[in-house]
């Protein structure tokens, strides 16, 4: 099997067990569960999806006293029971056309790969057509949940964020409207799952292209991309959703959101400077003095035909380079000044007690190196570490056969600064098969431990650190 195939490979769930540490030692003060999300079931039958259109698997790894705890399950939606049962594809996805014809074909099926998220006791995985509430010890499949914000025809938020000083989750819903510019609708949540503020922003185009949401200590933050759905082409079906989605002559935009409208904080959106018409990952944004700054992953543009390997050599991917951009957006004047950061490129995280605030770094996935293959900025074998500060960058290298996730902060017990912690990051090991997940230091991202999974998990979509949370049997 190439390194290719081993990506569209189906994942294997673990039911749970323990593992021990297959280099290195499990730190005794790394405590709480890492989960991560992502596409998990490629080949129905004869039919191969792509790669975000695969149904999506959910697997956490707990940490305490030096033990792991493993347990990986796939997201029981309706799309993949139906799918499961008939044993062929049953529904158009965004990015992979049904075989037999998708003509006037708009419903789409809800793969939900896209993100882990728990909060106030409740697990969640979540994707743009909805979210999924799991059992959060077990991660047995427990029903949509739409948090009583979104409306059935509505889009949620596929990356929601915990503001952890007020302790309530930020998401959003996006409203279609007939007349081409949608509604998104910003929620904060507390512990009991009621809606204690929101704000309703109109945005520039019909297909409600936003991905993220973040937050200052004034205002909500929300990229738009620059892109519009060519309706006909759609409906017509001989090229998928997102082949249907072209880049516009307009900009790509940041929308700041005022929590509490006043004649201080008003709504108002950012045009940005070209090149970059995509973003969808949001590092971190806060106040400083008259403007905000935005930490985000800017594209020229993505052509996300991240196709299986039956259809590689016809429909290759066509991903630009990515880049970590900074925005400063100035209220006053409405002007945008950016640059970039060195060698980092996209999934960025930061300690998540700095969210909304000034802060000194990032960690993201980084520019891979040169014997990584097969496709840089899709997948890639190093990550970084950015000091906002003095705009550089340290990297660490998992090796030419290992894939790396997103990373994710695990903060010490009472931290005595923002990088003290460790950086988790899941694994796809090529030479052996198998799934891992290391430990770094965050410091230093030297490694510290890696767990062999001794299971096959792909490449992830997005992954988190809970520290409250664990999988560990409780008899």
Known sequence: MSRHELIFR??????????????????LDLKGTFYRNGPGVFHIGADVVSFFDAAGIVAGLSFEAGRAYFRARLVESPLLLEERSAGRMMRRRAFTNLPRGNFLNMRLGNAVMHDAVWFAGRLFATDDGGWFRLDDRTLATQGEDRLGIAARAEKMCPVPRVDERSGRLVTYSVRPSPRGRDSIRLVELDETFHVVREQ??????????????????????????AAKLSLPSALIGRKSI???????????????????????HRARAFDLPAPVQTLFHVANA???????????????????????PERRARDAAKTRSAGIQRYVLDQRTGAVTSSSFPDAVELPRVNPSAHGRPYRFIYSVATPSAECGPDPFVWTNRIAKTDVESRTTATWDAGPDRWVSQPAFAPRPNPASEDDGYILVWLVNASTQRAEACALDAKTLSPVCTVDLGR?????????????????PTD
Request: glycine share 6%; with cysteine.
């Open 456 to 472: 096959f998990l792909g490449l992830a979509s997005h992954a988190r650190f809970e520290p409250k949370m664990s999988l560990f």
């Open 10 to 27: 189906n994942c294997e769930e673990e039911p749970g067990r323990e593992l021990g540490s297959s280099e290195g030692s499990i730190p």
């Open 242 to 264: 997102w082949q249907s989605i072209r880049p516009t002559r307009a900009p790509a935009r940041i929308h700041l959101v005022p929590k509490v409208p006043s004649a201080k």
């Open 200 to 225: 309703t922003h109109t945005l520039f185009n019909a297909l409600g292209l936003t991905h993220e949401v973040a937050f200052t200590e004034n205002y909500y933050v929300v990229t738009e991309l």
């Open 286 to 308: 806060f106040e400083r003095d008259d403007a905000v700054v935005v930490d985000a992953a800017g594209y020229p543009w993505v052509d996300f035909a991240f196709t299986p």
